[in-house]
């Protein structure tokens, strides 16, 4: 079965530092990849997804995630956490079938 | 832009009650997904529909049922509601012919069992 193993439940940055967020998939074949962000009492907003035309991928909110094939990871960054980067994150993957699988999620805390 | 529309956004019941979600996709969107996302956990995939007929079924219990209607919304029905049954229930939609099936993502229902 598909998966994708997100490492740290709740993450806390400090404001204007880097945010990373590490995503692992466990398949000989590259899915289709997904990061999401959830506000609290909120829905789902995608962050970017992978395209198999560009291993670096740009997200909104100055987010982006690079796909590793021989790491199976993409992990998500930003260079400069911001106080609305408050939330949860879902790394989630695709195989075709539609479905996503996600993972547990980051909870990110980001200290002034 | 319009997006998934879910009603209601809110809704409590009692243990052994049924509950009707409903979830309105994107307009010319083809396929409706569902998620149950248990506090504090991550959502889990229960059904899918595709030109209303059922394409992938998850972990969804058998007192759950859904479908997708001729004008594309969708209704999930839960019977003999219990406890474990509160969680926050998410609509997706897509079109198979977009880019990668990218699910867009309704504002949820969050239910409570009581």
């Known amino acids: 079965a598909q998966s994708v193993t997100q490492l740290g439940s709740h993450v806390s940055v400090s404001e204007g530092a880097l945010v990373l967020l590490r995503c692992n998939y466990s398949?000989?074949?590259?899915?289709?990849l997904f990061w999401y962000v959830q506000y609290p009492n909120q829905g789902l907003q995608l962050l970017l997804k992978?395209?198999?035309?560009?291993?670096l991928v740009k997200g909104i909110n100055g987010f982006e995630a690079e796909f590793k094939k021989s790491e199976t990871s993409f992990h998500l960054t930003k260079p400069s956490a911001h106080m609305s980067d408050a939330a949860e994150y879902f790394c989630?993957?695709?195989?075709?079938?539609?479905?996503?699988?996600f993972g547990k999620g980051n909870q990110v805390v980001v200290i002034p | 832009a319009a997006g998934v529309i879910q009603s209601p956004r809110h809704l409590i019941k009692e243990k052994r009650e049924t509950a009707t979600l409903k979830c309105y996709p994107i307009?010319?969107?083809?396929?409706v997904y569902w998620y149950q996302q248990g506090p504090g956990q991550d959502p889990q995939f229960l059904i899918s529909?595709?030109?209303?007929?059922?394409?992938d079924k998850g972990s969804i219990p058998d007192r759950f049922s859904a479908q997708q209607f001729s004008d594309y919304h969708s209704e999930l029905n839960m019977s003999s509601l219990e406890l474990g049954d509160s969680a926050l229930y998410f609509c997706?939609?897509?079109?198979?012919?977009?880019?990668?099936?990218?699910?867009?993502f309704g504002p949820g229902t969050r239910l409570t069992v009581l």
């Open positions: 307009p010319r969107h083809d396929t």
């Open positions: 992978y395209t198999s035309a560009a291993t």
């Open positions: 997706a939609s897509s079109s198979l012919a977009g880019f990668y099936n990218e699910q867009f």
């Open positions: 398949s000989s074949v590259p899915p289709y």
């Open positions: 989630a993957v695709s195989y075709g079938n539609n479905r996503l699988a």
């Open positions: 529909f595709y030109e209303k007929m059922q394409s």
